[in-house]
């Protein structure tokens, strides 16, 4: 009776159309030639068959790629599909970059402008960027974040040498700030770290730490963040009109997933992929291995997520097709710029184009 009266009651609210009451009955089970899944028309694979593992993961990788390609084709696919799966993948959103506060730690007058060392700390996350700020005395209210593997290097050297293409920048009246990201101290990192342990397993890592192209893309948000909120600092937010952001190297793909995380608070990005895809890296202890970095499109996706803001781009041998699908669906393709030139030149047209 308690049964009955309870599938009545899912009958009524589910909707389901039987008659009421609900009355059990008997079921005959099927018999064992029924309920196998294997038979002489459907054989079962052979165990620990490579081919049959191999082709398996390639209908799921192409049954995946399929669905994706399909969501990034739209502005309402690239916001709820891929995004979500970004900030999954690089463990924090542009909201969770957190309070950075600014350090001066040395202050030289350059003539035109004034150059600054200091550091900036996220205090909630307890992590800390060292950067080199060039402040033009004249400042127009734009700032180049300016990322290379050399670290702040890449702005100026020991020697006060400046970059040229920098030095253009703030001569035009641009701020720029270099940054050492994190682990870039002048010395390229040739592996990641891992927990010491004697089995060489990635999840004992990855399963609990962010990987190092993670925490680098965390010290971007935490750049950019801070630019956009600081009341204090060389370019307080009072002032602030732009922030542009260039990536060279292998910062460029870091800088692509930080812009794509940040939306609207980087107003242009420029940058060198090198023709990089997660999909290529053989070692999970390589300095820009991200855990399920190629799932979701490779660095492509990760790229796409910034359309339809405008992008200067440059390492890639023809215009990457899910990229370009983006900023059309966008209806404004014009935003992004492909540049094909010769490498030597890249960094002088990515300075024209920042300037415009």
């Known amino acids: 009776v308690t049964r009955s009266a309870f599938y009545t009651f899912l009958n009524e609210h589910f909707k389901l159309g039987s008659q009421a009451p609900v009355i059990e009955q008997d079921f005959d089970p099927l018999p064992p030639e029924q309920l196998t899944v294997w038979d002489d028309q459907h054989p079962a ?5 490579p081919n049959f593992e191999r082709k398996l993961l390639t209908w799921f990788t192409e049954d995946a790629e399929r669905q994706l390609r399909a969501a990034a084709a739209t502005p309402e696919g690239l916001e709820n599909v891929i995004r979500p799966a970004a900030e999954v993948l690089i463990g924090r959103t542009y909201d969770e970059a957190g309070d950075v506060q600014w350090t001066l730690h040395d202050e ?11 550091t900036l700390l996220n205090k909630s ?3 800390e960027v060292n950067v080199v700020w060039l402040c033009p005395k004249q400042w127009n209210g734009r700032v180049v974040i300016w990322l290379d593997d050399l670290g702040q290097a890449a702005v100026c050297n020991d020697d006060d040498s400046v970059n040229s293409q920098v030095r253009e920048l703030v001569q ?7 940054a050492d990201l994190y682990r870039q101290d002048g010395e390229p990192v040739e592996q990641a770290r891992v927990v010491d342990n004697p089995r060489e397993f990635a999840g004992y890592t990855f399963g609990y730490n962010h990987a190092l192209f993670a925490q680098r893309t965390h010290d ?43 939306g609207d608070a980087i107003d242009r990005i420029a940058i060198d992929t090198q023709g990089f895809r997660f999909g ?12 399920g970095g190629a799932k979701y499109l490779d660095l492509p996706g990760l790229i796409a997520l910034r359309a339809p803001r405008p ?28 540049f094909t030139g010769e490498p030597a030149q890249q960094q002088s047209a990515a300075r024209q184009w920042l300037l415009e």
């Not at 035009?172 to 270099?178: N, R």
């Not at 999970?284 to 855990?291: C, E, K, T």
């Not at 041998?317 to 699908?325: F, G, L, R, S, V």
Request: aromatic share 6%.
């Open 45 to 49: 694979p052979q165990a620990a068959d």
């Open 108 to 118: 030289q007058d350059r003539g035109d402008y004034v150059k600054r060392n200091g």
């Open 125 to 127: 996350h307890d992590e």
């Open 172 to 178: 035009a009246g641009t701020a720029v700030l270099g």
């Open 220 to 262: 971007v948000l935490s750049l950019v963040s801070f630019l956009r909120h600081a009341n204090e600092g060389p370019c307080p937010s009072s002032d602030l009109k732009a922030i542009a952001i260039a990536g060279w190297h292998g910062t460029g793909p870091i800088v692509a997933a930080a812009g794509g995380l940040a």
């Open 280 to 291: 290529q890296l053989l070692d999970y202890r390589d300095p820009m291995f991200l855990p």
């Open 311 to 338: 992008l200067w781009l440059a390492g890639e041998e023809q215009e990457p097709e899910i990229i370009t699908a983006a900023y059309h669906a966008a209806s404004l393709p014009d935003r992004l710029t492909t």
